[in-house]
């Protein structure tokens, strides 16, 4: 509790507090403090997981997710999901470059969905938000990978239409009917 105090009123840096936990002693009164905290705090985590259904399904949606972004950005990966180098600056690179180029695919097929959402709106179709959002950016039945690529660096002419402009009568056009 002193210790915790201390750090909020600005008395012990956290330079001091990780010297004071990184001399790997076991005796030490401030380590074992910390450790009993982290089983209180893990224990009643899992009594939560375990007791509310909600939280499970809130934290698998959220793992599913991430497990799809991943999976997306290993199929994009180029030569494989093996990084050839050791050196940590490399590999960091290509991790973050595969991310950039896997936001970047995700972001020109949800223009592609907007746009196509729009035209159906135009043409006086209702458009199901439900089913909307049902659609996933991870499509990769569209992406030429290894197919003949051009660089461009010149700004688009015009901006891409990122809103979804749907009218009411347009959207709720089934629930009025």
């Given amino acids: 509790m002193r210790t915790a ?6 008395r012990m840096s956290s330079v001091t507090l990780l010297r004071r936990l990184g ?3 076991r005796k030490n009164r401030l380590y074992r403090a910390f450790r009993e905290l982290g089983r209180a705090i893990r224990t009643i985590t899992l009594l939560r997981y ?10 698998t949606k959220v793992t599913n997710r991430n497990e ?13 999901k093996l990084i050839g180098h050791n050196d940590p600056d490399y590999q960091e ?3 973050k470059f595969n991310e950039l180029l896997a936001n970047c695919v995700m972001y020109s097929t949800a223009l592609d969905i907007t746009d196509a959402a729009n035209d159906i709106a135009a043409e006086g179709q ?5 089913d909307l959002a049902t659609v996933s950016p ?7 990978r290894f197919g003949n690529w051009t660089l ?25 009917a």
Wanted: aromatic letters at 8%.
């Fill in 5 to 10: 105090i201390s750090i909020r009123e600005n």
């Fill in 23 to 25: 001399n790997h002693s």
């Fill in 50 to 59: 375990l007791s509310e259904p909600q939280l499970r399904e809130q934290i």
């Fill in 68 to 80: 799809a972004f991943h999976g997306f950005a290993d199929w994009l990966m180029f030569g494989g």
């Fill in 93 to 95: 690179k290509v991790i």
């Fill in 126 to 130: 209702p458009v199901d938000l439900g």
């Fill in 138 to 144: 991870y499509i990769t039945h569209t992406v030429r």
């Fill in 152 to 176: 461009n660096l010149s700004p688009p002419e015009d901006t891409p239409n990122t809103r979804l402009d749907l009218e009411p009568r347009v959207l709720f056009a089934a629930a009025l």
